[in-house]
């Protein structure tokens, strides 16, 4: 089955400064990631995802790039800020034409604190 | 955009007590529905995914008969636990797929446990 690993576990910068988190996954047939942002006590948000025909997507601060030879890809958060704050779990899976159900599996998550 | 509403958001129960967690797709059809169990500070834990009209299908080490899983219809999915015990007290996440499109993963806010 599919294996993600996620790094660093934890993540600590400065308001303003750029962070990156880096995940890994095992099986080449995985064609759809998203990343999640998880905040204290409350449920997983999709924050953005992108799929193996793309390699780079952005939304404001947030980018994400895959290297499918490689088999990684990397949320980019840039101007960090305080409320930036939160578990950030990635997660691969494979998506199918038919647009049938997926299980993804997710990386173990970074906590991301963000210095005022 | 797609919401899931989990309830209650939190519960505290007796032990040998049964709690009933709900998970509803508000504006859409939800063909598939995942149930996970987080333990603080580690990842999310898939324990079963149900499609509508048919038995769960519960991972490995999940116990079927303490955690009851029915999903009646496109909307709602229930997660029961039955006879609760102190080691049972966690955060259950649900979420949810939809009836094609490009089944973006949706989650409820959780539902923390505690069984007294």
């Known amino acids: 089955g599919e294996n993600v690993e996620q790094h660093p576990s934890t993540l600590s910068v400065q308001e303003g400064d750029s962070a990156v988190i880096k995940c890994t996954y095992s099986?080449?047939?995985?064609?759809?990631f998203p990343w999640y942002k998880q905040e204290l006590g409350k449920g997983p948000q999709l924050i953005i995802d992108?799929?193996?025909?793309?390699g780079e997507k952005k939304d404001q601060r947030i980018a994400v790039t895959l290297n499918k030879t490689a088999k990684h890809f990397s949320l980019h958060i840039t101007e960090t800020q305080p409320e930036d704050s939160a578990v950030y779990f990635c997660?691969?899976?494979?998506?199918?034409?038919?647009?049938?159900?997926?299980?993804?599996?997710f990386g173990r998550g970074t906590s991301l604190i963000v210095h005022p | 955009g797609a919401v899931v509403s989990q309830h209650p958001s939190w519960v505290i129960c007796k032990s040998g007590t049964s709690v009933k967690i709900e998970c509803r797709s508000l504006?859409?059809?939800?063909?598939?529905m995942f149930w996970y169990r987080q333990f603080p500070k580690q990842s999310l834990m898939l324990m079963a995914t149900?499609?509508?009209?048919?038995?769960?299908?519960?991972e490995q080490g999940v116990e079927k008969d303490k955690f009851l899983i029915n999903h009646a219809s496109l909307t709602l999915s229930t997660l029961t636990v039955t006879s609760a015990h102190p080691e049972d007290s966690s955060f259950y996440i649900c979420?949810?797929?939809?009836?094609?499109?490009?089944?973006?993963?949706?989650f409820g806010a959780g539902s923390r446990l505690t069984v007294l």
């Open positions: 997660a691969a899976s494979i998506q199918w034409p038919s647009g049938g159900s997926y299980i993804p599996t």
């Open positions: 992108i799929r193996s025909n793309v």
């Open positions: 149900s499609n509508e009209g048919s038995k769960a299908t519960y």
């Open positions: 099986d080449s047939a995985s064609n759809y």
């Open positions: 979420s949810a797929s939809s009836l094609g499109g490009a089944n973006v993963l949706t």
């Open positions: 504006d859409f059809q939800a063909t598939t």
